[in-house]
Structure formats: C-alpha cells, structure tokens
C-alpha cells in the first residue's frame, strides 16, 4: 500500500515536470519567433532605405516641397495618435496616397510603409535657424558647426536633417516601427 502511494506522488510530480516543461518550451518558442521578425523587421527596414533614396531627391530644391505620392514631406507630419508620439499620424493610418509602400517580398509577405520627413518647420528653402542639422552643435539658442562634412549643404548653404520611419506588418496582426535620421 505504501508502495503505491509513493508510486502516485512521483507519477504526480514527474507529471507537473512534464507541464513545466511543455510551458518552457512554448515559451522559448514565442520568443526566438519574436527575435526572428525582429530582424525580419530590420532588413525591411534597410530595404525601405534603399527604395527611399532611389525614389526621393535629397536635396533643394526637390525637398522644399511635400510630395507625398512617394511618401515625402518638407516638414515633419502631426504625431498624435500613438502614446510616445513619434510616427507620424499618416503612417499609423496608412492614408491613402499619404506613404510610400513596397511590394512584399515572398518570403515573408510583410507589409512595409514609409515616411521621409526633412526636419524644418516650413516648406521651402531649409534655413540654418530653424531645421535640424545633422552633427550641429546647439549653444544657446543658436545653431552652430554648420559646415559639418554631411555631404554637400543645400543650394541655401544648411544642410538639413531627414527622418524615416518605416511600418512593417507582419504575421498575426504584428506591427513594428523603425526611424532612422538621414541626411
């Protein structure tokens, strides 16, 4: 009799082990497949890169104006949906003829959208006091080091910064942003 209710209490502790288990496992599962759409997203997100410059004219005056066919903007677009305001509000609606978006790619079938934004606050010629200047150092309220070797400045002598965000839709409903500065 003893016997056997040992027998039941190590049957009952090797089958909560094997629960354990299964559950660790579903977990390491999850996991890698997160990493793998992880850098999944990073690849689209270098290939949205790539589209961006064939597609956009980094310089003026192409980039005074907004072109948003190709999914350009001259100033940076209201971000006022998401928590942490960052993406630009037609990125996360995914307005029509308001974002560039690619063709997917076999593979993986992701859905990728993009935004270029030149970081100054108006359309039109980039001006030194008012863009974002790549590798400029602020001092009291000025904006200096403007002959930062970025590549050749504007017709109007500022080089100006440019922000991607990329929108990839995955498998499952995933959606993963990533933003980079260009210039």
Do not use: W
């Not at 759409?37 to 980094?58: C, N």
């Not at 907004?66 to 971000?79: E, H, L, R, V």
């Amino acid at each position: 009799m003893v016997s056997i209710l040992i027998a039941i209490i190590v049957l009952v502790v090797t089958l909560l082990a094997a629960v354990a288990l299964l559950r660790s496992v579903d977990t390491s599962n999850s996991i890698a497949g997160s990493l793998a759409f992880r850098q999944a997203v990073l690849q689209e997100a270098s290939r949205a890169l790539g589209d961006a410059r064939a597609k956009i004219t980094f310089s003026e005056p192409a980039s005074d104006a907004n072109n948003p066919a190709i999914g350009y903007y001259a100033t940076p677009q209201p971000a006022t949906i998401r928590p942490n305001k960052d993406v630009p509000d037609v990125l996360v609606n995914e307005t029509a003829n308001s974002v560039a978006a690619m063709t997917p790619l076999a593979p993986t079938n992701n859905k990728v959208y993009y935004v270029v934004e030149r970081l100054c606050p108006t359309v039109g010629p980039a001006a030194a006091n008012t863009c974002v200047v790549p590798g400029a150092v602020v001092r009291g309220g000025s904006v200096h080091n403007q002959t930062k070797d970025n590549g050749p400045p504007f017709a109007s002598g500022v080089y100006a910064a440019f922000r991607l965000t990329v929108r990839v839709d995955g498998p499952k409903g995933a959606t993963a942003y990533v933003q980079t500065i260009l210039r």
